[in-house]
């Protein structure tokens, strides 16, 4: 039972830590701010809100997505998902464009 209050300490702090890590990568928008178009802007994979209330371009097929504070590179488009190499992986739904490049299959009509 002695090192029940350790561990709690431990626990808090890592907590506080992650906290203050999340809350500093930031800062929230206000007004018309919020509205502003990503400095991207068009988006050719739409767009998003992220955890600061801005408006972001959604990543496409091989960009580099994720981060080690709440997904600071961004999240990706329908259809990829985030590897844990931080690229967005598979193909987009817009346009089928995929990542890794896939062969192009000739299909035969009959």
Do not use: H
């Amino acid at each position: 039972m002695r090192f029940f209050p350790s561990i709690l300490l431990i626990v808090a702090i890592f907590i506080l830590s992650d906290y203050v890590r999340w809350s500093t990568a930031c800062t929230w928008c206000q007004g018309e701010e919020c509205n502003a178009p990503p400095p991207q802007y068009p988006c050719p994979y739409g767009e998003y809100t992220n955890r600061c209330r801005r408006r972001e371009c959604l990543k496409g097929p091989g960009e580099k997505c994720g981060g080690p504070i709440r997904n600071s590179f961004g999240d990706c488009a329908t259809g990829l998902f985030c590897s844990s190499e931080g690229r967005c992986y598979g193909c987009f739904l817009g346009n089928l464009e995929c990542y890794p490049p896939q062969p192009n299959k000739n299909v035969n009509q009959y």
